[in-house]
């Protein structure tokens, strides 16, 4: 496992995207190796038994949330629970130390790699906040917006944006809110284009909110929501979320 392992962090190595995600996490991290990509020269240093050891102490089920979805006969269900869950011993509780980073002050880095014509730029600020799902909505609809406003600004208006991935994010585990976005273009409009990426994102938080737009924006989360909800996986995570 660990000579594959090492085969494909080779071969990564080599990808423009891959590198520059690993730079990104270095840099946003604070270069904390519990929030960085594995460098090949850490697999050396895999001792099996501490590993078998950690996976042991976290396979308990005091540490368990189980939640369970689908059309299930609720007493049959309970039946079963006492039967295959209840009657496990649970172990002593494992709990991972929570692992400190820093994000970085105010901080640039440029990665050159490979010669294709294409500049891929990622921009991020990050503020600490509490986490609730009355935020994690409004930055889904928040999201959106971003993503109506700019794709319109930077790739039907300008047209010099090969693709824009604006990022709103509400974190539960780090208790953040997360705002940026990623986008590729040509690399000789790529420093012109990160100023307006900038004046965008200024722009939408410091002016009016468009109405007809944030409109739109609320509808098509809806709409994301309504059919993500049909999924069981989707409504096992919104109830892990719920009681974390």
């Known amino acids: 496992m660990l000579d594959q392992w090492k085969a494909n962090l080779l071969n990564a190595d080599k990808s423009p995207d891959y590198v520059l995600n690993k730079e990104i996490c270095k840099l946003i991290y604070g270069n904390s190796p519990y929030f960085t990509e594995t460098e090949i020269s850490d697999l050396d240093k895999v001792n099996k038994d501490i590993a078998f ?15 369970f979805v689908g059309n299930i006969d609720i007493e049959s269900f309970k039946e079963y629970i006492k039967t295959y869950w209840a009657s496990i011993k649970p172990a002593q509780s494992y709990n991972i130390t929570n692992k400190e980073f820093s994000r970085p002050k105010p901080a640039k880095k440029e990665i050159h790699m490979g010669n294709g014509d294409k500049s891929s730029v990622s ?59 990623n986008f590729s273009c040509d690399p000789k409009n790529s420093k012109r284009l990160i100023n307006v990426v900038i004046s965008d994102i200024n ?17 098509a989360c809806k709409t994301g929501w309504e059919k993500s909800i049909q999924d069981n996986f989707v409504i096992m995570f919104c109830n892990i979320s719920t009681l974390s």
């Open 123 to 181: 921009l991020g600020w990050y503020v600490k906040e509490n986490y609730s799902q009355s935020l994690s909505a409004k930055t889904c609809v928040f999201e959106e917006y971003m993503n109506i406003i700019l794709t319109d600004h930077l790739r039907m208006k300008l047209g010099e944006i090969y693709y824009i991935a604006p990022v709103c994010l509400a974190d539960m585990f780090l208790g953040e809110l997360t705002m940026g976005g």
């Open 53 to 67: 050891d950690f996976m042991k102490k976290s396979l308990n089920p005091a540490d368990y949330t189980f939640v």
């Open 203 to 219: 722009n939408m938080a410091h002016s009016n909110i468009e109405k007809n737009i944030l409109d739109k924006a609320k509808k």
